[in-house]
């Protein structure tokens, strides 16, 4: 029982731990691309996930080495963990919806996509959304190294190749998704979405314990033995996927703040444009209208093959998810964009028609 109250309380002092660290530590500051409602200014936003990522890591490697906590405890920890987050979420879900005014749509509706847009607290130190992708990227860290950990204290020498290098693109795609944080001030969940159950249960539950949904099905597992080749291979797949998104997310976030400057040095922007506004119709933006999406469905299924035991359904989960997520996305941001754009955006589609994979949808 008294393990079990740990576990479940474990994800809200970490997470307690993260607020103060996210306000403690010296932080980038920087104007953001959403205006403030009532003043019409560009909000401005505290990055330094980053380094909140490297404090914790620092420190669960010394409770690791000083025996204060064993190396996989949030894995033998994990089923009051998930709990306990689920709960916190659904805590904090309930009383971010209750304290705004009502949108007109259901009280379900309101509670799963919120009602305010933008919350900002401590004197405008902490913004909920970021500090909740945060909290989110900060938390899956933690337990990919706990969930590797266990695998390696379970295997010990004939561990499974694929769990670490697993561990390490994932925590790639963590570290470089922290260390751009500022490019994502620029992306559809900060301008489009408001805060609701979908963000904050999302961010603290489903973000850090779905998404390692493969690791935790095969920690347990011996190596599948996969040959040395097929891991590369994989891993191939997955930074083929990343060059996709970072290379499409960058390329947006250049020409909405530096339009007149060619991306990476030699690609010059090529634009459409009506007078009143300007769309990207090249390099990335000019294969696919969302490239940037089968770039992430690519990262998931490289890390999901790293695993072995392909015919595990419970592996496909993630990637699926990603599917689901971001083909319905793909169709919301499409009506977006095409009610602000207008006429543009028919051009636009006339020039790019695949949604997401080139030459093919
Ligand atoms: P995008 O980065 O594609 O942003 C869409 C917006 O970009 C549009 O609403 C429009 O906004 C602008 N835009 C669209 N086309 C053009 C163009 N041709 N030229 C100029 N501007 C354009 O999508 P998201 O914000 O959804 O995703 C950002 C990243 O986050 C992606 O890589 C995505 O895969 C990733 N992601 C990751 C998730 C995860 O869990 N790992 C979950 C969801 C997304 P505007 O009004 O500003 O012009």
Redesign the pocket.
Same mark, same amino acid.
């Given at each position: 029982m008294t393990d079990f109250i740990a576990g479940f309380f474990a994800p809200w002092i970490i997470c307690g731990f993260i607020l103060v660290l996210h306000l403690a530590l010296p932080a980038q500051r920087t104007a953001g691309?959403v205006r403030d409602d009532l003043t019409g200014k560009l909000l401005e936003y505290r990055l330094n996930g980053l380094l909140v990522l490297l404090v914790l890591m620092v420190l669960w490697v010394v409770f690791g080495f000083t025996g204060i906590l064993a190396w996989d405890w949030l894995y033998s920890h994990r089923w009051p963990g998930l709990i306990g987050s689920a709960v916190l979420g659904l805590i904090l879900s309930f009383a971010e919806v209750l304290s705004g005014w009502p949108t007109g749509r259901s009280f379900v509706a309101d509670l799963y996509f919120g009602r305010r847009m933008n919350r900002q607290f401590f004197n405008s130190r902490v913004d909920a959304k970021m500090f909740l992708y945060l909290l989110g990227a900060a938390m899956l860290g933690l337990n990919l190294l706990s969930f590797t950990a266990h695998h390696l204290v379970q295997f010990g020498s004939a561990f499974s190749p694929g769990v670490v290098l697993y561990c390490i693109l994932f925590f790639w795609f963590l570290v470089e998704y922290l260390f751009f944080e500022r490019v994502?001030l620029?992306?559809?969940?900060i301008? @489009?979405e408001r805060v609701g159950f979908k963000l904050v249960w999302g961010c603290f539950t489903f973000y850090p314990y779905f998404y390692l949904i493969g690791l935790w099905a095969v920690a347990d597992l011996p190596d599948p033995g996969t040959p040395w080749w097929l891991l590369v291979i994989f891993a191939a797949i997955f930074f083929t996927g990343w060059g996709l @998104?970072r290379g @499409?997310?960058m390329q947006?976030y250049h020409? =909405?703040t530096r339009p007149e400057r060619s991306f990476l040095g030699f690609m010059k922007p090529g634009t459409l444009a009506d007078g009143r506004n300007t #769309? #990207?119709?090249s390099g990335f933006?000019g294969v696919s $209208?969302?490239v940037?999406?089968l770039?992430?469905i690519l990262e998931a299924i490289g890390l999901t093959l790293l695993l072995g035991y392909p015919a595990r359904w419970l592996l496909w989960l993630y990637p699926l998810y990603y599917v689901f #997520? #971001?083909f319905t $996305?793909e169709r919301a941001?499409e009506r $977006?964009?095409a009610a =602000?754009y207008g006429e543009l955006w028919e051009e636009?589609v006339e020039r790019v028609p695949r949604r997401i994979i080139p030459w093919i949808y």
């Open positions: 691309y994502h620029y992306t559809y969940d301008f @489009a @998104a @499409a997310n947006k020409f =909405k #769309l #990207l119709c933006w $209208r969302h940037n999406y770039g992430e #997520l #971001l $996305r941001d $977006r964009c =602000k636009y």
